[in-house]
């Protein structure tokens, strides 16, 4: 391959406390977790909304934040988003008996504490929350190396309409959803080795409401749901989303599907009108930090001394993880810390973990965990704890009163 040498020099443009990377799901979390405990944030992310997949990718279910037996289990700035999420009341899948006194029956043998929202309003809503905070947020920005000096990373490299910057912190929240820092820092990392089929999401009219057209499922089965294994890709071949060039024809390929579904639908419904269609791709699992502990299912109902939250199993009724938070960091560096779709679970783990709940959850203990101390592995996890049980978190499924 022919190669340009390029030389240049890189201006740091500021210093914050924290640096969150990416303004998905868990970096919301963890920006306003780490403002609220003190810390001077900056929030960089690539696109011009907050949300990533759960606003721009139009993934607007808010999947359930109980364990489908009748109990609660993911709490604090999750349970906090998933009110934000419908604080105009725009939304459908309403879960009457978690929202208005229901009895513990009706939650049980009732519908789940899950919620489909209006994605548009809880982006401008999430931000309203990050700038009332006094979180600065770069949008328009893309992160494309760190500088790196032994077990800590000085700085990230970014560009956009300005040129090319960096930015120096104490700490660093990858919350890319693909362990980009962690990558760029060459630090332990694993990637999704099955593969993603293709998804095209997208909202159309229907009764004059919008709806939200889930077109490609999740590949592993949805046992409970759908009773058989039997899940047909849209087309046949599984995507990395570590290509940029894969992800431009990927998205290509999205929006074929997208146009085929609503011309189909609409020749048995003239009103059939698409609203909105992703402006990201729409990519569930690529890579991920190895951890200090990587989570796996058989770790379902497990106590870990150094559970940072819980959340359920989208699939089935049953299952609760307490995460540890040794799955959120490596002690290779000592200012990093991930959250959301890229932590330390196996392969197996990863679709119960990648969930908005799931990253919430994650994103306000890193934030709260890059706010409050100087080395990430050497934590008092005691400490950690003290301030997520503070702001209404519980860690532990013995604390549930079940
Ligand atoms: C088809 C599909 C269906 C799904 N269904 C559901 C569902 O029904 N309910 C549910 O709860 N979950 C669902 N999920 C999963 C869920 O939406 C995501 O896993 C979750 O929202 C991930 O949040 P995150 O914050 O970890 O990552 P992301 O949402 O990916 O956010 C990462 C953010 O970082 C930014 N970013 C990335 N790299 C850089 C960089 N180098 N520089 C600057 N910015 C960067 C991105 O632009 C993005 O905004 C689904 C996912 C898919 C793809």
Redesign the pocket.
Known sequence: MEIIRESFDTPVVEECDVLV???????IAAALAAARAGAKVTM????WIL????T??L?A???PIDDGMGHQVSFGICQELFMLSIKHLVESRYPKAWLENGTFEEKRDGKRFEVQYNASLFALESEKLLNKNGVRILYG????DVKRDADRIEAII?QNKSGRFAIKFKNIVD????A?IVHFAKMPEETFKAGNVL?A?YFSIKDNWHKLNQI?A?DIPDEEKTGNNERKPLIDRRFTGLSGFELSEMMQLSHEQTLRDIVLKRKSDPNHVPTLIAT?P???MTRRIVGEYTYDVADEHKFFEDSIGMYSN?KKRGPVYEMPFRTLYNKEVKNLIT????VSVTEHMWDAS????A?AVMGEAAGIAAACYDDIPGIDVKDLQKKLVAGGVVLHEKDLNI
């Open positions: 990377a990416g303004g998905g799901i868990a970096g960089i992310e690539r696109s949300g990533g997949l759960a721009s990718g993934i279910i808010y999947l920005t893309e992160i494309c970014a919350a890319t959803g693909d980009d998804a999401w490609g999740a990201i729409q990519i569930r989208w959250a959301g779709r890229n990648r969930v908005i709940p990253c």
